[in-house]
């Protein structure tokens, strides 16, 4: 049988006090006796006793809990930026509620319905890909809690956002690429309707115009940038009758797939064709050829956006509105596209 939750008139029933005076003595209220506080949290602890938070939350209009929502969790990029928030946000005494939608709109919404239920303080989010109605994120801010947008956000939303500079990373990596003599650049993108993926679009495209180098409409692909994806998107490049020179992929997952397609038709990494991913995974490093990548600062976007929401919490006159903290990305050189001898 399911053990009955025990309440504070269960503790009261085993004192011969007052559920009032429990809760009071729980709550170290200077009314209360030394005493009775001690007998309290003792029958508290032998009953294992656990407070209600939301009822706390409900009555003091304060849960010391701030929700977080990810795409994912297996990603370096997520995981380093959820640790920096609660490290900053633990200091200050608040707990963190970790969601990850698997890039669902769906459940997204259901994240933020049962986070605006268990009365968080407020909510540090990244959006799913499928993404395009804001309602729910519009119901956040209705109800006046803090909504602090990171890596991926819109700005009709008009509330802070933190992340890097898409586009122009966009262009170092072509930049770069150019240095190493490639001139016929493919780009695996995610889905245009992303911001952050627009905007690497973007760059590319505006990079490419700048060196004068072919736009061609088969080099450039949308995608969910899976390790699955990356082999599909890499394999219809190897198909086109004129091959790239150089893939520029807009994650390091998909990277990793179109890594994995070119060892298998034995194509030479990058003498043959360069490879760049974007976001600096761990595995980026470990890999043979080490995959090139742009590091996105996640350890400071996690601060940021922890720092963000204190804002808002130490001063509640603040109205929220659009600011941005954009952060320099930085390219890191590495064996798949640092031809040794450019072309």
Known sequence: MKKKKTTIKDIANVLNISAAAVSKALHNDSR????????????????????????SALRSGKSNLVG??????????????????????NKKGYSIIITQSNESY???????????????????????????????????????????LFDRGENDLNVDYIGIDDYNSSHVIVEHLVKNGCQRIAHIGGYKRTRIYNNRIRGYVDALKKHKLPLDAELLTEGDLTIEDGRIKMRQLLSLKTRP????????????????????????????????????????????????????HSAEIGKQAANTFLKYIENDTIEQRLNKIILTAELIVRDSSNKKTPL
């Open 106 to 148: 769906d459940k997204e919404c259901k994240s933020i319905d049962t986070l605006l239920y268990t009365q968080v303080d407020g909510i540090i989010a990244s959006m799913a890909n499928e993404t395009i109605d804001l309602s729910s994120y519009e119901k956040i801010k209705s109800k006046g809690i803090p909504l602090i």
């Open 32 to 55: 209360i006796s030394e005493k009775t506080k001690e007998n309290v949290r003792q029958v508290a602890k032998k009953l294992q006793y656990q407070p209600n938070h939301l009822a």
């Open 68 to 89: 977080v929502i990810v795409p994912r969790t297996n990603s370096n990029f997520f995981s380093s930026v959820i640790q920096n928030i609660e490290e900053v946000l």
């Open 245 to 296: 020179d150089a893939v520029y992929v807009a994650g390091d997952y998909a990277a990793l797939g179109a890594l994995q397609v070119l060892k298998e038709h034995k194509i030479l990494v990058p003498e043959e064709i360069s490879l760049v991913g974007f976001g600096n995974e761990p595995f980026t490093d470990m890999v043979t050829p080490k995959i090139t990548s742009v590091n996105q």
